[in-house]
């Protein structure tokens, strides 16, 4: 069983910088992919970025230029650099790892962008 565990949320205002974080833990593999995901109220869940063990990237057009996806490999652990944050940026980000073919899902982290 593999854990997924967000922390970095929080309130912040427009044009902010915010990170969040994504550690997975428990029989993790070295080979994953890990993502972000938001939901907005009353919007479906979209991908914002993954990111490989290979250090392969991908990002949402939304989100190009402003949101940086990293990973520590040795701790398995994802981070989302969000800068230049936006209202419409609000929502639960959700992180995603992909090991074995079995997709693990955390928890959730607010985001808030507002003044």
């Known amino acids: 069983q593999v854990q997924v565990v967000e922390s970095g949320g929080g309130l912040v205002q427009p044009g902010g910088s915010l990170r969040v974080s994504c550690a997975a833990s428990g029989r993790t593999s070295s080979r994953y992919i890990m993502g972000w995901y938001r939901q907005a109220p009353g919007k479906q869940r979209e991908l914002v970025a993954f990111?490989?063990?290979?250090?392969?990237?991908y990002y949402a057009d939304s989100v190009k230029g402003r949101f940086t996806i990293s990973r520590d490999n040795a701790k398995i652990t994802v981070y989302l650099q969000m800068n230049s944050l936006e209202p419409e940026d609000t929502a639960v980000y959700y992180c995603?790892?992909?090991?074995?073919?079995?997709?693990?899902w955390g928890q959730g982290t607010q985001v808030t962008v507002s003044s």
């Open positions: 995603k790892g992909d090991m074995g073919g079995i997709e693990y």
């Open positions: 990111i490989t063990s290979g250090g392969g990237t």
